[in-house]
């Protein structure tokens, strides 16, 4: 069955003073993408549950929320509560994954697994049938506008593979150097959501760019 590509802008790279206005301005999104830092899972810091909630009362698409933070089982639930759609966790920050992704799924959201790209897949596999999305990151996770980093490509092959022959239920995102030039490999290898930051929101129109790295992907995705 052909699949069809999803957008998830990352609200990183829009104008923190006007987070409504940048909520709306990628309307035709599929997922708006949150990214949690904490300034210890990763140096940077941005925004937490209640920005999240405040976001979530006024955005016209459905929250991606991406915890790049350290004990994420104290706060991934709260963002469940909140509304999100997804809520994704780091597989390197959690202490028993599967207690959380049973929480996450209780409190009405989908349950993400991300990995950083030093992570490999292999170590959770059996892990991941209790998720509902694995998210290789492409980049470091910490900052936006970042270079695409192409050897995280086998583990998105991989992920499709074990998919396509039903071992496992997951989406496969992609988060991190996502743009034009980018987005057809990816596509390629298999992944199904793609989160773009700087390629979205640094576009003259954000809704345009969408349009078009979603038709990028659907013409490069195999099948
Ligand atoms: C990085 C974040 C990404 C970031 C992507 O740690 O997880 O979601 O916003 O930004 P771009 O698309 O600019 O690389
Ligand atoms: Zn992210």
């Not at 999100?84 to 989908?110: F, K, Q």
């Not at 992570?119 to 910490?142: A, H, I």
Request: charge should be negative.
């Amino acid at each position: 069955m052909a699949r069809t590509p999803m957008i998830a802008p990352s609200l990183l790279s829009a104008d923190f003073a006007r987070l409504a206005d940048e909520a709306q301005r990628v309307a035709d999104a599929d997922w708006l993408h949150f990214d949690v830092m904490d300034a210890h899972f990763v140096p940077n810091l941005t925004f937490g549950l209640p920005v999240m909630q405040a976001v979530q009362a006024v955005s016209p698409v459905p929250l991606d929320c991406h915890l790049m933070i350290e004990a994420p089982e104290r706060w991934a639930p709260g963002y469940a509560e909140a509304g999100a759609r997804n809520v994704t966790v780091h597989a390197e920050a959690c202490s028993d994954p599967r207690a959380l992704a049973r929480d996450i799924r209780a409190a009405g959201a989908l349950a993400g697994l991300a990995l950083k790209p030093g992570t490999d897949l292999d170590p959770y596999l059996d892990l991941l049938r209790d998720f509902d999305t694995l998210l290789v990151m492409t980049v470091e996770p910490g900052f936006g506008g970042q270079e695409f980093i192409a050897a995280t490509l086998p583990k998105v092959r991989r992920a499709r593979e074990l998919v396509d022959t039903g071992h496992l239920t997951v989406l496969v995102e992609v988060d991190g150097g996502i743009n034009a030039d980018t987005i057809e490999q990816a596509a390629a290898a298999g992944a199904d959501v793609f989160v773009a930051g700087s390629a979205v929101y640094g576009a003259d129109d954000p809704g345009r760019a969408i349009a078009a790295l979603r038709a990028q992907a659907a013409a490069a995705m195999p099948g």
